[in-house]
């Protein structure tokens, strides 16, 4: 089933469902956002907890559109899940470069709640290229 007719019936058929996945999937973008914007002020000594706690948010988030048949949503999540699993061994420093790419990606995240029966539609692949180039190109010796 495509994301489009798995929407149209969650609509049709449990209106309330798909509210609820949406308010709290904002809820987690917005930990995400919190958290990301901390690492961003830290100056090179980035808060494990902050790490962790965007790592679940975006997991949550994840996990919850797949459920969904929301496959975009829940690909888009993935790969920025990825890259926080990489902060959170310690693969990667959370940089700058790193953190502003993540924070795209929640703004991206937001705009397709915005209107999930057309995330479907939205176009993930210049941004999952960035980040798939990142971090191909970036980890840290």
Avoid: Q, Y
Avoid at 55 to 65: C, G, I, P, T, W
Avoid at 113 to 133: C, E, G, R
């Amino acid at each position: 089933m495509s994301d489009n007719s798995m929407i149209d019936d969650m609509i049709a058929n449990d209106p309330e469902m798909l509210e609820s996945f949406i308010n709290e999937s904002r809820e987690c973008l917005v930990v995400a956002e919190t958290d990301l914007n901390s690492l961003r002020e830290a100056s090179g000594k980035p808060d494990p907890e902050c790490i962790e706690r965007a790592f679940r948010s975006v997991h949550s988030l994840k996990s919850a559109a797949g459920f969904l048949g929301l496959d975009k949503v829940s690909n888009l999540a993935l790969r920025m899940e990825e890259m926080l699993g990489h902060f959170r061994s310690g693969a990667i420093t959370p940089e700058l470069k790193r953190i502003e790419l993540l924070l795209e990606g929640v703004r991206m995240l937001n705009d397709m709640l915005a209107n999930p029966i057309a995330s479907s539609d939205v176009d993930t692949a210049p941004f999952l290229a960035k980040l798939a180039a990142h971090m191909a190109t970036h980890h840290d010796e």
